[in-house]
Each structure stands twice: as C-alpha cells, then as structure tokens.
C-alpha cells in the first residue's frame, strides 16, 4: 500500500531534489571545466564574434565556413556583435586602425605577424578570444582553426566527416598558438582528372552541357578545401576534355576570393592551358622558331586577363602537352631557342603584369628533357624560382646544389600522389607510403625548397590522408618526423573517426600502407604501359603471372591474402562502432581503398593460382585439382565483382549519391581493372559453391624462414653509427633506416648453414638528387667491403622494376661457416635507406617478399 505524503512535504523534498540535482550538475561541470578555463561556447548563448567592417574576400569567405563549422557543432549560428560583447575578436594586422602599442600590451607580437606571410596568433586575453592575422590569408587560417579547435576536420565537406556535437568549447585560460608556413605557396595539381573530379563536377555536382567542365561551383568547394588546409596556390585541371580554367565563367573569381594563387603546369607557360586552347587550325604551329608573334600574341592574351590577379606564372616552353619543344633538333638548337623564349617572357611580364618583373613569381620546371637544357649553360635570372620534380613516383630526381640555394627566387618541389605513364598507371587509390612523402620532402626543405610545394592528384577525397600530410608538412615542417608518422596517422584517424575507432584502426592502416608498398594495387598485373607499339598493342604489356610464390617461404601468397583479409577483419569489427553521421566517411577513407585493394590482389593472385593448377595434364591429381581450381577461379571472380559493387556503392548510394561519377575502378581501362584471366569462368551459382571453399593457410614465419636463410628488418640493427635514422612508415619493412654518407649499421646473427650464400640488401629506391651516384658497401666479419650502386637511368629497365617494387635490391656474394657473425652496412653516398636484408643459401628460389615481420 502507498503511503500518502504531505504537499509540504511534497514540496521540500522536491525542492531538495532540485538542489541536489543543480549540485550534481555544477559538480560535473567543474570535473570539464577548471575554474581558470575559458569557455568560448555553453548552452546558454550561441558563440558571438566581432570582425571589422572592412573585410577581404578571403576573410569573408572563412568567417562565412567558421560560422556553418560552428552552427554544425553547437546547433546554434554564431553572431556578430560589438566588440565588447563579442567572445571572439578578429583582427586583420595590415587593415587595422587599432594602435600596434595596444597590441603589444595584449602580448601579440606585432612584429613577428607582420614579417611573415599568411601567419596567425590566437590567444585568450581579458576573458576574449584574440584571432589576429598578420595579412588577409593568416586572418582566415586562424578563424579556420577556431573550426579545428572546435573539432570540425578539414574534411567535413569533402569528406562527409559530420562534426560531432558539444554543449561546450573549452580553451586553457592561458591559450596561445602562433602558426605561420614553413613554406611560402603550397598547393595541389589537379592532373588525370579525367575519370574522377571533372565527370563529378559536370555530370553530377553542378550539371552543365559542356561536357568536361568543372565549374565555378566545384571549384569553390576546392579552394574552400584548401583554405581549411592552408593552402594557397592550385595548378588547375588541363587535359584536353576539361574545359580551360580560364574558359569557366567566375573561376577565377572564386579563386580570388579564397585566396588561392593560380599557376599552370611543368608544360603551360605564361598561364595558359595549351591542350584546350592551343588550336592549330586557327594559330598556326606551336612553333617558338616559326611562329613566335603568333605565340607570343598567345600569351599576352592572357597576361592582360591574369594580370590584375595574384598569380605564379610558369616560364619556359615545351610542347602543346607534355612533350619536349617543337621545331628543334640539337641540344644546343633546344638551348638557344628556350633562351631566347625565357628573355621574351620577361619583357612581357613587365609590360603587362608589372613593371618590376622581379617582384612577379615565377616559376621554371625542369621536368624531364628541360633538366638537360638547363644544364647546357641556359641563363635563369635568379628571381625565378626553380621547381624539382620526382621520377613520378615519389623519389626526387633532383634538388638545389649549394649555388642554386642561394638563388632569390628559392626553389620548390613538383611531386606526385598520382600519375599516368610508364612504367604503370596509379589513378585508382592513393597508396604512397606517409614515410616517403616525409623523406622526400624533408629532403627538400632542408635543400632549400621552400617557396612552392605542388602535388599532384588525380581526385581529392581517395588522396585525404597523404595530401593532408604533404600540406602539414608544408605549414609547418616540424608537424612530424621520423619517429612520429605513426602518431601523426593516428591523431588524424581519431580525429576522423573517434579515439576509439580510431587507436583500433591504426595497426590496420599501417599494415594497409606495408601491402601497398610491396605491391600497388595497380601494378599487381606484372605488366607495363608505354612500351614499343610494334611489339604490344596499344603499347601495353599483358597480365602475367606476378612474382608472388605459391610454395616458397611456406606459401607467401597466401601469406600476402591473408595480411589482407586480417585489416578487412579489422575494420569489420570497427564498422559498427563509427557513428552513422561518419559511415559515409568511413567508407571512402577507409573500406573502399582497403576492401579495393583486398580484392584486386585476390583477384590477380587466384587468377595466378588458377593458371598453375591447370596445366593440361591428366594424372592421378586430376580430380582433387578439380576443386582446387573452382574455388581459385571462383574467389578471382568474385573479387572483380566485389571491386565493381564497391564501386557502385561509391558512386550512387555514398552520402545519398553526392558523389556519382567521383570513383572509377578502371581509370584508362588498363588491362589490369579487366575481369581476371582463369581457365575456366564460372556460372553465379559455381562462385557461390566454391569461393567459400577455404585456401591452404600459410606457414607460420617462424617456420618458413628455416628454410637456409637468415632474414632481417634494418631497423633491427645492433649498433649504428651517430646520425643513422628509422623512418617509420616507409618500405616493406615499415621502418626504413637512414643511413648518412660514412655511417654504418651494424648486425649481428646465428647462421645454421656453412658454404657459399647471397646477401640481398634492400634499398629504398631513391634518386641521387646532387647528380651524383648512390652506393653502399656490405661486409661480412670484416671482409673487404663490397660496393653496391643502386643508381638507375631514369625510366630504364631496372628503374621500373625499383619503382614498382618500392626497393631496389643488389646481391652479392659471400662464404659463410656457422656461427655468430657481423653485418655491416655502409653509406658511400647521402640519400641511402636501408630497408631489409637476406642471406640465402639457395640463391636460385624464386619469391618475392623478404620473409620477416614487419616492426611497427
């Protein structure tokens, strides 16, 4: 039976409720908010700003994305009002009447702000948050950080990451940041667009009639993307079937008002995108020697519509595409004729752009046959900024000697995340190792090139993590090092989707970039592009039979599968943790490259097993191969389907279809996308009986290397000289060794076996870039040292087979008793990383990967 309370005192123990819960409340409000904390946002109000009158474009535009960012987050939209109400207070140092002593009493450093491009200062001063920028750019990153501080990513539009929401945004009481570039202009090279960006823009984003044209629209939402990244410069789209950046109404426009300076391409002087506007049939050749007032008419066409902009013009002349310059034979006849081309382009830049034509960025590629011109006495005035370039896959080919780093106009890097053309295509999914991208660039700077940073990429959203890393690195040189990549991936898993999803996805990414970097999924084929049209149609050699081994090493393609299926396990388990407002993110970012790749090597590599169990003959194994071979040919197949329905889903059912036309799984219809060659094809029903049958698993490692072999990881040295490097995140190894000219590492390990055996030292396979060779030496118990050179020419034989490997591997020859023994490796040149070694007693095996554990 209920007992009847009294109404009063109904009424105190409601009122004690009520004050118990208003204590509870304030209790916990203090366990997340210290007392000296400043809280820029609660539930009570929404966030209030104050911006001068007078804005930039840039400043507009940012303050306009903080505003959604913030409205995202909290629910509510931010308002301006004065400054003594507003919370945040923004600040444009170079636009302000404010008086600079002010400032200073604030603790801004005035002077720091001002002698820096693009940079920022935020800092809590008298209960307001200070968002000041030295310049137009620097006042839109640090409203834009107020975004990332607020945990808003930079992918928020591009790549579907909902921000999560917060009922309050906390900063210490005594918060400060300042943030300026370690590199002048960074930005990206929209190139190979042909199958993924431009498509989505005209077919879908924002549908136009001209077909090939990625519009205003798009490419506002681009520059939108690379403010949030801070960057500032695009070499926009150039193939033949994209419209001309210059031919689509209020591009340039949009550009302008985000801040971001526009260049063109290694082959696109003075501002012009030849393959769409070049037309032979109404100016005559593109021919400097017989027709220079036709080009030259060209170009000033141009200079007097890009004039008035902020722009880098590229200088120079090659062909109409990327092709060397027409119309001259010899070396000398190349080198006369680009002087001459380069003295006339100044003169135009001056008459039309600005009268002091050092003050005009300006850029000369040395891309390909230009280098050698270059080299060939060609005078380049030293305000013009010389840009390097990698060999296309991601190893510098050169840099600046100790001369051209005193140049005025610097030096900056042309590097690729994506790329058409020999040896192979990779315009699929984005794999390049992070520790790569690191090393390379590291280099770079430390040689000085610090004015321009442009990478290419074919699309954005499959290129999210390594541009991300390209373009910190870019802002701020120091935001990694060697021994922080792994941090750097897992900060930014997190941030995507969530610490705990994100600490569990992170062995799987980083075991994703080690199979990638054995194998691209695009090179998986075995087969090349660009080669002798005589003997391959198209050019184009056929798939074959990779490398991989059914039976050494205890079975190291299956080994290889099974790395696979283990991450799809992973993010398997992960999926259902991610919250719905982050599948879609998911999704792209992470199951479709890592399930795509899965399937692409399943699908070469069954194919591969199918081939080798039907050999034509009939012998007492014919029936149990029967089996064998169904399910080989079965699982081969339906890895194609499953890379076409990955696809699909992509393109009509991701984020509700926003990105139809945005993913193509067979970028130039290269015969490694084809459906797979097994002897037999089966019927829906045969792939469904026999792909579940289970493959033979392989050997565990312990056993397989048993096998008169010793095998290491180079970062698992016993000694190492001062300077000596692991770089994480780089080779099959996952942890690369540096090793500086004159540095040795030194190993130490039980041999088994006596007699005659082969060291096979594996090298990441990077360019000597100060025009020199590229050697290391090995000796065994002090034996005279044996001298390897990995140098190769560019787009040789042997460098193919480096690039698409990711190693370069030289053997030689030794004796060996057994026992304990010693290992050194030496650097004879700079640029050496050691990435794995072997010693092999039967050196005629054929395998294709060292059989060690990767060291994470």
């Known amino acids: 039976?209920?007992?009847?309370?009294?109404?009063?005192?109904?009424?105190?123990?409601?009122?004690?409720?009520?004050?118990?819960?208003?204590?509870?409340?304030?209790?916990?409000?203090?366990?997340?908010?210290?007392?000296?904390?400043?809280?820029?946002?609660?539930?009570?109000?929404?966030?209030?700003?104050?911006?001068?009158?007078?804005?930039?474009?840039?400043?507009?535009?940012?303050?306009?994305?903080?505003?959604?960012?913030?409205?995202?987050?909290?629910?509510?939209?931010?308002?301006?009002?004065?400054?003594?109400?507003?919370?945040?207070?923004?600040?444009?140092?170079?636009?302000?009447?404010?008086?600079?002593?002010?400032?200073?009493?604030?603790?801004?450093?005035?002077d720091k702000l001002a002698s820096k491009r693009d940079a920022f200062y935020i800092t809590v001063s008298k209960r307001q948050l200070l968002v000041i920028g030295g310049d137009a750019r620097g006042t839109a990153y640090g409203i834009l950080e107020l975004s990332r501080l607020a945990g808003v990513s930079p992918w928020v539009w591009w790549g579907d990451v909902t921000p999560e929401k917060k009922t309050k945004l906390i900063l210490p009481a005594k918060y400060q940041t300042f943030q300026s570039p370690s590199v002048e202009y960074r930005g990206i090279f929209?190139?190979?667009?042909?199958?993924?960006?431009?498509?989505?823009?005209?077919?879908?984003?924002?549908?136009?009639?001209?077909?090939?044209?990625?519009?205003?629209?798009?490419?506002?939402?681009?520059?939108?993307?690379l403010m949030r990244l801070r960057a500032n410069a695009i070499w926009p789209g150039m193939h033949g079937i994209t419209t001309p950046f210059y031919f689509v109404p209020g591009a340039k426009e949009a550009a302008d008002s985000c801040g971001i300076l526009i260049g063109t391409s290694h082959c696109e002087p003075m501002m012009r995108n030849n393959v769409g506007e070049w037309k032979v049939n109404e100016r005559g050749d593109y021919n400097y020697m017989t027709n220079r007032e036709g080009v030259q008419s060209y170009w000033i066409e141009r200079l007097k519509e890009a004039g008035p902009y902020e722009n880098f013009y590229t200088m120079g002349m090659r062909g109409i595409h990327d092709s060397g310059m027409e119309g001259v034979k010899t070396l000398q006849e190349k080198t006369d004729v680009l002087q001459q081309v380069i003295d006339d382009q100044r003169k135009l830049l001056s008459k039309y752009v600005n009268k002091d034509v050092e003050k005009i960025p300006q850029a000369f590629v040395p891309y390909k046959e230009v280098l050698q011109i270059m080299e060939n006495g060609l005078q380049l005035p030293e305000d013009i900024t010389l840009i390097w370039c990698d060999d296309n896959y991601g190893y510098m080919t050169r840099l600046s000697d100790e001369e051209q780093q005193k140049r005025s106009g610097g030096a900056g890097v042309y590097y690729h995340l994506s790329y058409w053309g020999r040896p192979h295509d990779y315009m699929w999914l984005c794999t390049t190792q992070p520790g790569l991208i690191y090393n390379e660039m590291k280099q770079a700077y430390d040689c000085n090139a610090r004015r321009l940073w442009v990478v290419n990429v074919h699309d954005l959203k499959p290129a999210a993590y390594d541009l991300e890393l390209f373009l910190d690195m870019a802002w701020n040189i120091n935001s990694v090092s060697p021994s922080t990549l792994v941090e750097h991936q897992k900060?930014?898993?997190?941030?995507?989707?969530?610490k705990e999803a994100g600490e569990k996805l992170l062995p799987a990414m980083l075991e994703f970039y080690r199979l990638c970097g054995i194998r691209k999924p695009e090179f998986m084929g075995w087969n090349q592009v660009e080669l002798d049209k005589k003997?391959?149609?198209?050019?184009?050699?056929?798939?074959?039979?990779?490398?991989?081994?059914?039976?050494?090493?205890?079975?190291?393609?299956?080994?290889?599968?099974?790395?696979?299926?283990?991450?799809?396990e992973i993010l398997s388990e992960v999926e259902p943790m991610i919250p719905q407002e982050r599948k879609d993110a998911f999704f792209a970012q992470i199951k479709y490259p890592v399930f795509g790749a899965a399937a692409m090597s399943?699908?070469?590599?069954?194919?591969q097993r199918a081939r080798c169990i039907s050999p034509g003959s009939c012998d007492t194994t014919l029936w149990t191969r029967e089996s064998q071979l169904m399910a080989a040919c079965a699982k081969s197949i339906k890895a194609y389907q499953e890379i076409r329905n990955l696809t699909d889903y992509y393109n009509n059912?991701?984020?509700?279809?926003?990105?139809?036309?945005?993913?193509?799984?067979?970028?130039?219809?290269l015969y490694v996308f084809y459906p797979p060659k097994v002897p037999v094809w089966l019927t829906d029903k045969e792939i469904e009986k026999y792909a579940s049958l289970k493959r033979t698993k392989s050997l565990p490692l312990a056993e397989a290397v048993k096998d008169s072999c010793i095998v290491s990881n180079a970062c698992d040295y016993a000694r190492a000289s001062e300077g000596v490097m692991t770089i994480q995140s780089l080779g099959h190894s996952m942890n690369a060794v540096s090793v500086p000219k004159g540095k040795s590492i030194t190993f130490e390990f039980d041999c088994l076996w006596d007699g005659e055996a082969t060291l096979r030292t594996a090298v990441i396979p990077t360019q000597p870039n100060d025009k020199g060779d590229i050697r290391f030496?090995?000796?065994?118990?002090?034996?005279?040292?044996?001298?390897?050179?990995?140098?190769?020419?560019?787009?040789?034989?042997?460098?193919?087979?480096?690039?698409?490997?990711?190693?370069?591997?030289?053997?030689?020859?030794?004796?060996?008793?057994?026992?304990?023994?010693?290992l050194s490796i030496t650097a004879l040149d700079d640029h050496v990383l050691i990435d794995q070694w072997m010693i092999d007693f039967k050196p005629d095996r054929m395998f294709y990967v060292f059989p060690v554990q990767p060291t994470y």
């Not at 940012?62 to 931010?78: K, Y």
């Not at 090995?778 to 193919?800: L, N, Y």
């Not at 370069?808 to 008793?817: C, E, S």
Request: charged share 25%; hydrophobic share 35%; proline share 5%.
């Open 777 to 822: 030496s090995v000796s065994i118990d002090g034996e005279k040292p044996q001298i390897c050179s990995f140098k190769e020419g560019f787009r040789t034989e042997g460098w193919k087979q480096n690039v698409l490997r990711g190693q370069a591997i030289r053997a030689t020859h030794h004796r060996l008793a057994k026992g304990k023994h010693t």
């Open 1 to 110: 039976m209920n007992k009847i309370v009294p109404k009063k005192l109904s009424y105190k123990i409601n009122v004690m409720h009520l004050r118990l819960f208003l204590l509870i409340l304030v209790f916990n409000c203090f366990q997340f908010v210290k007392g000296n904390d400043f809280v820029w946002y609660s539930d009570n109000r929404p966030v209030t700003y104050c911006a001068p009158e007078s804005l930039a474009p840039v400043v507009s535009v940012a303050i306009d994305m903080f505003r959604e960012d913030i409205q995202q987050v909290t629910g509510r939209l931010p308002q301006s009002v004065s400054i003594d109400d507003a919370t945040i207070r923004i600040i444009q140092l170079d636009n302000t009447d404010i008086p600079i002593k002010d400032l200073q009493k604030r603790g801004v450093p005035v």
């Open 190 to 225: 929209l190139n190979d667009e042909d199958w993924s960006l431009q498509p989505w823009s005209w077919k879908n984003f924002e549908p136009s009639d001209i077909k090939g044209r990625i519009g205003a629209r798009t490419y506002k939402e681009i520059f939108k993307l």
């Open 491 to 498: 900060n930014w898993l997190c941030r995507e989707f969530g």
């Open 535 to 568: 003997k391959y149609t198209k050019g184009w050699s056929p798939v074959k039979n990779t490398d991989f081994s059914l039976t050494e090493f205890g079975g190291e393609l299956d080994r290889y599968l099974e790395s696979y299926e283990a991450i799809k």
């Open 602 to 607: 399943t699908k070469i590599l069954e194919a």
């Open 653 to 669: 059912e991701l984020a509700g279809g926003k990105w139809k036309y945005s993913m193509c799984h067979n970028p130039r219809d």
